[in-house]
């Protein structure tokens, strides 16, 4: 099993359909049903997350609803998930994390982060909407250090891939490091 988490409007939704073909969009609307969304690839399951963290027009409750649901599924499934795809906007995710740690919080990003991580799951943080990321190199290397890890981009380059959905930039270079984490996987549990 594949899962796919990240906050909503981060191209996640694109990102699927260009590594798959196929397609999960779900109603934006608020008030919508947000399950998991599945669909089979390369005969794997492959889940799609409702989006996390701020939606205009659903109340926090709610977000904190869906944020619990996604922690759930993963605790439940997380001898199954061979791999986790953590999508963000690598345009202001960094201004997102900057703006949760002065309120002393703890980003949602990093803690799904680092979640994953607690209960060794292979993970992959597609930086995506690259297309609108000035320095890719900084903004990598800022991100490592948001996240906890300590190092640059050149101890994390299967980890952190940065992506274009919208333009399929760097696609085939993020199968690839699926496909090696998917076969890394699969040897483990064997
Ligand atoms: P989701 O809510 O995470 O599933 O996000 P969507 O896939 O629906 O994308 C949200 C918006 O971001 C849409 O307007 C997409 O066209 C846009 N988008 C997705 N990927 C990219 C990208 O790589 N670059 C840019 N500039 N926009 C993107």
Request: proline share 4%; charged share 35%; glycine share 8%.
């Amino acid at each position: 099993m594949i899962i796919f988490v990240g906050r909503s409007n981060v191209g996640k939704s694109t990102l699927i359909y260009k590594l798959t073909g196929k397609k999960v969009r779900r109603g934006k609307k608020p008030g919508v049903t947000r399950k998991p969304v599945e669909i089979v690839w390369r005969n794997k399951r492959v889940i799609d997350m409702p989006g996390f963290g701020f939606m205009s027009g659903l109340p926090k409750h709610v977000q904190e609803k869906i944020k619990t649901e996604i922690v759930h599924f993963i605790e439940e499934h997380a001898d199954e998930i061979e791999l986790a795809i953590l999508v963000i906007d690598g345009k202001s995710a960094l201004e997102i994390i900057e703006r949760w740690e002065k309120r002393g919080e703890i980003p949602i990003d990093v803690e799904f982060f680092q979640f994953l991580q607690e209960l060794k799951i292979p993970t992959i943080v597609a930086v995506n909407k690259l297309d609108k990321i000035k320095n890719v190199n900084l903004t990598i290397n800022k991100l490592i250090e948001k996240f906890g890890l300590s190092g640059t981009w050149e101890d994390y380059k299967e980890l952190f891939v940065p992506v274009s959905a919208k333009f399929g930039t760097n696609i085939e270079e993020l199968k690839k490091i699926i496909d090696k984490k998917l076969r890394k996987s699969q040897g483990l549990r064997e």
